[in-house]
């Protein structure tokens, strides 16, 4: 199963809610919400609506309890054990990222690499042969699991994965993988971030 | 400027119409597009007619037509040349994606580092002082730059980019930039990919 767009709108809408709050404001309206996610007020409108939320014409949204919605549907008031598959540069990348997961309820508790030099257990993030990982993701209820392997290997891990119980995947190697359709999977693909940007670009290009 | 969610969702139709061309398919209807992509054949349907792109209510799409016309609005018919500043573990391993960039029309010609210990000429890509990011950007016409720096210097580097000409930015650092109107940014946010990822679980968690 892919992520429908409508899950990662709510939650660029989330951000942003996050930093009207910090600017000070209480309320705000969907033409505001909109035009800081890049989306248009309707859009805002629709797919609040569809979970049951609804702002006021006059008045807009009241953005703390608007916050409290989202951070419900999206599991953040429990924390979220993780793992990460594959302990490269982009492993090694991720792995600092806890620091700023643990504020998002999401905590990365163990990683794994096929390489012995890179298994440790005496500082930052403990590093396992992939051996491991049926027992710490049963003994910990993990569910999720970040790969980042060459593109090579990533199917087989997937798979590994697949079998020891992970039921969500978000996939930084450069190859689409195939799941059984009660797996989640995010494919995060860097070109694209990079042709969003050049459209903008080359469409200015074009009309100067 | 920030990135409109229609233009990700036209890069995500590009990537599933490439799937379905190698899958041997030379025609596609909106629903199977929809389908692939996570999203309504409507939505689909919307997305191409704001290009002026129509399919056949009875035949559908043709696929290498439609590739066709998204490549030439991205742009994807000349080589773009980008630079990476940082190179941490995040930017070392965006430096290995550049194989997988130049087959999308999107090559990085150099890194920039502070740490002299990083800087090399020799082998694999090229690594400079930020000293050198004006000369290189305005000698190789380039206007498109990757951010992994920390996240204490990430604003810094930013506004030294924008200074020298940069347009675009795809911005790694987990902090939110602020920039010109002219300027397009791209944050990359891990946290929301793995939370749109725990949504799905924390769903299936609910109803079970």
Chains 1, 2 share one sequence.
Do not use: W
Request: charged share 20%; net charge positive; aromatic share 8%.
């Amino acid at each position: 199963m892919i992520i429908k767009s409508n899950i990662k709108r709510l939650l660029q809408y989330r951000i942003c809610l996050g930093k009207f709050k910090e600017l000070g404001f209480t309320r705000v309206y969907s033409y505001n919400l909109g035009n800081a996610a890049g989306v248009s007020p309707e859009q805002v409108r629709k797919d609040f609506s569809t979970y049951g939320i609804t702002g006021n014409k006059k008045a807009g949204y009241e953005i703390s309890s608007l916050l409290e919605i989202l951070n419900r549907l999206f599991g953040m008031d429990k924390t979220h054990n993780i793992i990460i598959v594959g302990m490269g540069n982009m492993g090694r990348a991720l792995a600092n990222y806890n620091e700023r997961f643990i504020t998002q309820h999401v905590y990365i508790y163990a990683a794994f690499d096929m390489d012995p030099s890179k298994h440790n257990k005496t500082s930052g993030m403990p590093v396992f042969p992939l051996s491991k990982i049926p027992d710490i993701v049963s003994k910990n209820d993990i569910t999720t699991a970040i790969i980042s392997v060459p593109a090579i290997a990533a199917q087989e891990v997937c798979n590994l994965l697949i079998d020891v119980g992970i039921k969500g995947i978000l996939n930084f190697a450069p190859i689409v993988l195939k799941v059984p359709d009660h797996v989640v999977i995010n494919h995060l693909n860097l070109s694209t971030e990079i042709d969003a940007i050049i459209y903008y670009l080359n469409e200015k290009l074009d009309t100067r």
